[in-house]
Nanobody, 121 residues
């Protein structure tokens, strides 16, 4: 069974920085895309950043120039470096990945449990 485990959320002041980390574990054979979504209260879940295997990162317009996504393929991990944080970045952040794993050996979508990021003075 595949699991995505996130860490690194918390409370930060406006203008501050946080780094989120996510590691995938289980009988993984291949990972296509890893990324981060977020969901603020009363809003739909939205894509923050994603990175396909061997490809270029994509970012939501609202975070371009402030957030940076990186992958460590050897560790099946993805990080999100968040700088110049704003109150509107407050949300639960979810790790997301498209993974081929035993026993199905089909690419399927997986989600982490979510980590709270609160930007407030």
């Amino acid at each position: 069974q595949v699991q995505l485990v996130e860490s690194g959320g918390g409370l930060v002041q406006p203008g501050g920085s946080l780094r989120l980390s996510c590691a995938a574990s289980g009988s993984i054979r291949s990972i296509w895309t890893m990324g981060w979504y977020r969901q603020a209260p009363g809003k739909q879940r939205e894509l923050v950043a994603s990175m396909p295997s061997g490809g270029s990162a994509a970012y939501a317009d609202s975070v371009k120039g402030r957030f940076s996504i990186s992958r460590d393929n050897a560790k099946n991990a993805v990080d999100l470096e968040m700088n110049s944080l704003r109150p509107e970045d407050t949300a639960v952040y979810y790790c997301n990945a498209i993974i081929k794993a035993m026993p199905t050996l089909r690419f399927e979508e997986y989600w982490g449990q979510g980590t709270q990021v609160t930007v407030s003075s």
